[in-house]
């Protein structure tokens, strides 16, 4: 629900959370304990640093956050821990009374006064993520090292804390408190007036207690709170740690069913309010199609018209002289997007769907929980859960096309990987909202194709050309990071992703690539290369394998044992076509014959055979989910085991004499 302090317009607000409550401290510091000072590596499990103390505060009647952390240096490779970044975002957001400082193991104090330095980490039209960072002096192992400070924000919305309480490193002692706003004004959501502040409580130990005080003010201590250890290829992180999370309410409203029905009528209206019915919009959606199309045609012309159109979201943030020099107003309507030839992201969705609906093609807005940060919880009624509007086209034969036309670069036809397989809510014909399910990934819709054409060299290396062609979300995640830079940048993007993708080092040049500023077709980049050394030469026998190329996510099955799930972004194929062209002379005394490996969820093919004087190989991988759970790590660990065994096989050639 949307929170607003009342006197105060309405803006919409997602917040970080926490702030401070320990007025107590002033330029004073909490006593150490003797036992602290003595902590050693072996006495904290074999840790490089502990968190010896941590409290976090937030206050919604001062607009403020506090945060205190007190750490202990316990090997060489935990003195990492003394450069410090604080994170925080927020147009109005400041970090001010920064503290620190060093407490060597012998007592001696060095409080830090060195610079702090201010960077962006992130930036979007809709997203500016700030550090400021600095790095505490004469650290060694047995050190204390503690820091520090507040917060401030200044755009008069509450903001429900967010108690994430797990940290990289374990904590020792924690204390997360939270001060919800109680002033005369109350806080107004589109729901009315609220009356109180709720909260919900995933993962924590069952004897943990938020307490609630005076003036709503809520609590919780804990002690040897674990790390969280994040596993390669796992789920978002803040979806797996402990956390409590708080939101503004009616106790009248306290059943999600209820809430999510209620809220899902306003989104319904502040939709149907923005798409209206205007004739410039049905007059663009005419001239886009031919009266002869399909719906599908009409659906994919109409598609493409939207992307056609500047995307804001994923531009560079213009400053306010910026906007009005290039007369760039707020949308309120789709035929403000039409006029103006932008908008957001959401802008974009909003307008294909009236357009779409002029051509009396039904088409719904539905609004998603990416999952990849957090996954959504209908248990929590909490609207600030749920983000970008895709659309979703019914096109008469009895299933739903999903759209993501506000994503530059999206494929008619898919969605970005982060909104499939996720719950959201719908626009229905009731003039409500339902929650329900985007459709989950299929590998056919991430297929990477290699086509390599190399010549072996009597030195061993190898050298020619590889032609890379990323099909759907392959082609889509790349150009959305292609959006962030340049020419020089993209580049870099394609010859750094093939670097990674071969099995040794390599020389790897661009020589040309197409389909960056389209969503239809692939996009594709043809590489000059140079791998020194490949083939391994004994005696008058030299051993080449013939995939070039490692398996891809092998890094998540290196050890024996899980803790969480394994999570690819999205299921994914990849089909390699390989022909090496052999040195003069050279015989083939043994092509390797490696079993193919199929389970439920994947399938690896790898055959290789003797065509003239090259060699040819077919590989052909294939991931058929995203989502595993630990119970069977154990056989995708033996999958991908086998196809880098298959991938090791070698070609014997005799190429010296008889």
Not at 117 to 126: A, C, H, I, S
Not at 543 to 567: C, M, N, W
């Amino acid at each position: 629900m949307k929170m607003l302090l009342a006197r105060f317009s309405f803006v919409v607000l997602i917040a970080l959370v926490l702030l401070p409550t320990m007025a107590v401290v002033v330029d004073d510091w909490l006593p150490i304990s003797p036992e602290d000072m003595k902590l050693t590596s072996g006495q904290a499990g074999g840790a490089n640093a502990v968190i010896l103390y941590h409290e976090h505060t937030s206050n919604d009647n001062t607009d403020s956050r506090f945060e205190y952390y007190r750490l202990k240096i316990l090997t060489e490779k935990g003195k990492s821990w003394a450069d410090v970044n604080i994170y925080y975002s927020g147009p109005e957001d400041t970090v001010e009374e920064i503290k620190a400082r060093t407490v060597a193991p012998d007592g001696t104090v060095t409080p830090f006064s060195g610079q702090v330095f201010e960077r962006e980490v992130v930036k979007g039209r809709n997203l500016r993520v700030r550090a400021k960072s600095f790095t505490l002096p004469n650290v060694a192992v047995g050190s204390i090292i503690e820091w520090r400070y507040k917060e401030y924000w200044d755009d008069h919305h509450a903001r429900p804390a967010r108690w994430i309480l797990q940290e990289e490193l374990m904590q020792k002692h924690a204390r997360f408190s939270y001060v919800p706003y109680t002033g005369s004004r109350g806080i107004r959501t589109e729901h009315g007036i609220a009356d109180g502040v709720f909260f919900v409580r995933i993962g924590l130990p069952e004897k943990a207690e938020v307490k609630r005080g005076i003036n709503e003010k809520m609590d919780l201590e804990l002690t040897d709170i674990p790390a969280y250890e994040e596993e390669e290829m796992s789920p978002p992180a803040d979806a797996m740690k402990m956390r409590v999370l708080f939101y503004y309410g009616s106790r009248s409203m306290l059943k999600p069913d209820d809430y999510w029905k209620e809220e899902g009528k306003y989104w319904t209206r502040s939709v149907e309010k923005f798409i209206g019915h205007s004739s410039r919009v049905a007059q663009a959606a005419q001239a886009a199609v031919l009266p002869a199309d399909t719906p599908a045609q009409k659906t994919a012309k109409v598609y493409a018209f939207v992307q056609g159109l500047q995307n804001l979201s994923y531009s560079r943030p213009l400053s306010g002289e910026e906007r009005k020099k290039e007369n760039i107003r707020e949308n309120t309507s789709a035929d403000s997007v039409l006029e103006q030839r932008s908008g957001t992201r959401d802008d974009l969705t909003r307008l294909f769907i009236a357009m779409m609906n002029s051509l009396n093609i039904p088409t719904w807005a539905m609004r998603v929980a990416p999952r990849s940060q957090v996954f959504f919880d209908p248990k929590v009624p909490d609207w600030r859960q749920l983000g970008p509007e895709i659309a979703v086209v019914n096109l008469g034969d009895g299933k739903d096309l999903f759209l993501d036309p506000g994503t530059p670069g999206c494929p008619f036809g898919i969605l970005s990987w982060s909104r499939t397989a996720v719950t959201g809510q719908r626009q229905n014909a009731n003039g409500g909202a339902e929650l329900v399910n985007t459709p989950e990934p299929r590998y056919s819709q991430a297929v990477t194709q290699r086509i390599t054409r190399l010549t072996l060299e009597d030195n061993g290396t190898l050298k020619g050309k590889i032609l890379v062609v990323y099909n759907g979300q392959e082609a889509l995640q790349r150009r959305l990071q292609g959006l962030k830079t340049d020419t020089a940048g993209r580049d870099k993007i394609l010859e750094d992703d093939l670097k990674s993708s071969l099995s040794t080092e390599a020389v790897v040049h661009l020589a040309a690539s197409k389909g960056w500023d389209t969503s239809e077709g692939p996009l594709s980049g043809t590489f000059n290369v140079e791998l020194p050394g490949f083939a391994t030469t004994t005696g008058k026998r030299t051993l080449v394998r013939t995939a070039i190329f490692q398996v891809p996510g092998r890094q998540a099955f290196v050890h024996d044992e899980r803790k969480t799930s394994v999570y690819f972004p999205y299921p994914y194929r990849v089909v390699d076509d390989i022909e090496i062209t052999l040195p003069a002379g050279a015989k083939v005394e043994t092509l390797p014959q490696v079993k193919p490996v199929s389970t439920d969820f994947a399938a690896y093919k790898h055959a290789v055979k003797l065509d003239g004087d090259s060699l040819e190989a077919h590989r052909d991988f294939a991931i058929g989910g995203f989502a595993f759970p630990v119970s069977v790590y154990r056989e995708l660990k033996t999958f991908f085991a086998a196809a880098q065994a298959g991938d090791e096989e070698q070609v014997v050639l005799r190429t010296g004499g008889n």
